[in-house]
């Protein structure tokens, strides 16, 4: 198994070198992508109830998924572009440690809080409003691609990037791996640490497909609305989610929570689509 994904990754990394080559590559905001080809993949765990069952579930197109979540500074790009007027739902600008202020008619980074010391923190404080405003943003300034929040199911098949334990590198946490609250450890008694911030993008090891905090750092928003039991009922094939609900689905957990949440199937439901928080942020995909 490990040498499958290490011929995947192989593949993936000279199928990138080939589409930079050819200018086909994702370039709003100077996102940097990963192709990511379609597979199949075993979705869920026995770990909690609305991750059950476990099941079998196909993606049948390739994407591009951001190598990072959607930096502070990619933030900043959107915003100060000429044409781009903040909605008010988007961004929580009146909390003391939302990442960025606006200083006369710019945005600049919030440098009074750790959660904007560097522009290569995650975004945090953005709703799934923001998140889509941003990815349609993104789809009108390099008009070669659409980019837009992934599925839920899209999310873990990358997040997983064919492993099928707890977390991408195995069924250990302790926050030594990712940003996580390392007083609560997963799968070890041996407690790890708890740097009580978001830190850059890129700051640990990525997963076997070259996607960097899956696991911990700030909460994804995916497009899917939640629903306790969708895995028992759901298509096998490019599940797309609920037609309808009260909350987003969010994924990967985040700096300020302990590491059961960051689990590669771990489906946070606690949500509206209006929510903004220290801990929630997002990463986009393209096609």
Excluded at 226 to 231: A, F, L, R
Aim: proline fraction near 6%; glycine fraction near 10%; charged fraction near 20%.
């Amino acid at each position: 198994r490990g040498q499958i994904g290490e011929l995947l990754a192989e593949r993936r990394k000279a199928e990138f070198t080939r589409l930079r080559a050819d200018g086909k590559l994702p370039t709003a905001a100077n996102i940097e992508s990963v192709p990511i080809s379609p597979g199949k993949f075993n979705m869920g765990s026995t770990e909690f109830d609305d991750e059950k069952p476990v099941r079998d579930k196909s993606i049948s197109k390739a994407f591009y998924a951001g190598k990072y979540e959607v930096t502070i500074g990619q933030i900043l790009t959107w915003l100060n572009s000429p044409g781009v007027t903040l909605n008010d739902e988007w961004i929580d600008l009146s909390n003391s440690d939302c990442p960025i202020r606006k200083s006369g008619g710019k945005f600049e980074l919030n440098t009074s809080t750790t959660f904007g010391k560097s522009v290569d923190q995650p975004m945090v404080y953005v709703s799934w409003h923001g998140a889509k405003a941003f990815c349609e943003w993104c789809s009108k300034v390099d008009l070669a691609f659409t980019y837009r929040l992934p599925t839920e199911a899209e999310w873990e098949y990358m997040a997983r990037a064919g492993s099928t334990t707890a977390y991408p590198w195995g069924d250990l946490c302790n926050g030594t791996e990712a940003n996580v609250d390392g007083n609560h450890p997963h799968g070890t008694n041996t407690k790890g640490p708890y740097k009580q911030v978001t830190v850059p993008v890129g700051s640990y090891k990525p997963n076997a497909w070259g996607l960097y905090d899956t696991a911990g750092n700030a909460w994804e928003w995916c497009n899917d609305w939640y629903e306790k039991d969708y895995y028992a009922n759901s298509p096998a094939n490019d599940p797309q989610g609920p037609s309808s609900g009260s909350s987003r689905v969010l994924r990967g957990g985040s700096w300020g929570l302990n590491v059961l949440n960051a689990r590669s199937s771990n489906r946070n439901n606690l949500y509206t689509p209006d929510l903004r928080n220290v801990n929630i942020g997002f990463r986009v995909v393209a096609e």
